[in-house]
């Protein structure tokens, strides 16, 4: 059994993110910030601090922004001593806790669907690569990446997805036949299970369940056949889990991380 830190992650981050357009018009949804620092670099940190240190980015739209920030991630989060002229040469000052992170940059389509875009990126997969991660790159939460690893291995499934409850959007009536009796506020939770997106995945669902085109969504066919197949297992998360939809997530997320008590960083060392 390969140890947790030999595990890649895999990171869907190709999409426009439309319901955020005041944003995502200039930067891609996985870039948005949180504090100083892309929500995509908050997904890395929460799976970097059970191990995992190497990262695929599934791109597609607006890919450079990817590519500027990680190609300079060194000068953007070290001082550094920067020697001008003709053949300039840069001193950093201290290492980041980053240092040791591999990031592969998949190119895997401007308009292509989830599907494919992890039918593509998987050829940056090692050969002795038996499992992988795999997330979107617009949610964060303090699943424990371990458990849902030891889950995946003892459930034999092709798939294990993170079962998640969503946030409840409204209060409830409480009725005593045609009278109202009182009123509930909201819920922190809503009742049942959504797939919270933190997957651990076997190397062959890629060969039995995805294919070579461009419209092929994960979220249809393939985990649908899985489920039907009984290649599907479950863990279930009771914590903190939040996606980044909207204006008003983008903010909620932001004040959670001024607080100084972001739950998504209950792992982070």
């Keep these: 059994m390969k140890n947790i830190a030999d595990i890649p992650l895999m990171i869907l981050c ?7 357009r005041d944003v995502t018009e200039l930067l891609p949804k ?4 949180i504090g100083e620092q892309p929500i995509v670099w908050h997904i890395m940190k929460s799976y970097a601090a059970f191990g995992v240190r190497r990262f695929i980015l599934c791109l597609g739209y607006k890919k450079e922004a ?4 990680f190609m300079n991630y060194h000068l953007r989060t070290a001082d550094a001593t920067i020697k001008l002229g003709h053949t ?4 950093f000052h201290g290492e980041s806790d980053e240092s040791d992170w591999e990031v592969t940059l998949a190119g895997t389509g401007l308009d292509s669907m989830t599907g494919y875009r992890v039918f593509k990126a998987a050829k940056y997969l090692r050969e002795d690569d038996e499992n992988f991660f795999l997330t979107y790159g617009d949610g964060v939460s303090d699943v424990n990446i371990a458990d849902l690893y030891r889950t995946h291995l003892e459930n034999s499934r092709m798939i294990t997805i993170s079962a998640v409850h969503p ?3 409204f209060g409830k009536l409480q009725l005593k036949g045609d009278l109202v009796c009182g ?7 809503g009742d049942g299970y959504i797939n919270g997106g933190f997957m651990a995945v076997k190397r062959e669902f890629v060969k039995k369940y995805l294919l070579e085109d461009e419209q092929l969504f994960l979220e249809r066919s393939p985990l649908q056949d899985a489920a039907k197949d009984g290649n599907m297992a479950v863990y279930r998360h009771e914590g903190f ?3 980044m939809d909207n204006q008003r997530e983008y903010a909620l997320l932001n004040e959670l991380w001024k607080s100084g008590k972001a739950p998504w960083t209950k792992y982070w060392k």
Excluded: H, S
């Excluded at 190709?14 to 955020?20: A, E, I, M, S, V």
């Excluded at 009123?183 to 939770?189: D, V």
């Design 14 to 20: 190709g999409g426009q993110g439309t319901r955020l």
């Design 30 to 33: 996985p870039m948005v910030a």
């Design 66 to 69: 990817f590519v500027d920030y």
């Design 88 to 91: 300039p040469n840069i001193t």
């Design 167 to 169: 946030e409840a959007r």
């Design 183 to 189: 009123f509930e506020e909201k819920p922190p939770k």
């Design 241 to 243: 889990w939040q996606c």
